[in-house]
């Protein structure tokens, strides 16, 4: 049960690394030729809508007082193991590759 603010954080933290530290670079360029067609009307339209006559139901929204038993949450702190999450973006991974081709 206490474990599952840590998972949930745990795949946040992931999914965000994942999406925001790309590096994109265009390597090639692209070409989309579409095809071409012709087309003839063979005969004239006409579009006449159905008409409708609509009653809608009528919403009273109010609020009222009423007397309702509420259980008291009462915390205490305690240590627990939190996720701790080291983040390279795409730029700083190139940077490291480049300082570690130079040396010989």
Known sequence: MRK???IL???FAFSTAALVGCDVEKTQEGNVTTPKYEVT???EGDVTLPKYDVT???VDVNTKQA???VPKV???KETIAVPNVDIKT???KKAEE???QQKP
């Open 41 to 43: 009307k063979k005969q």
């Open 67 to 69: 007397e309702v038993t």
């Open 4 to 6: 599952t603010p840590l």
């Open 56 to 58: 809608t139901p009528s």
């Open 90 to 92: 795409g730029q700083e």
């Open 9 to 11: 954080a745990s795949l």
């Open 98 to 100: 480049k300082v570690a």
């Open 74 to 76: 009462v915390t205490e």
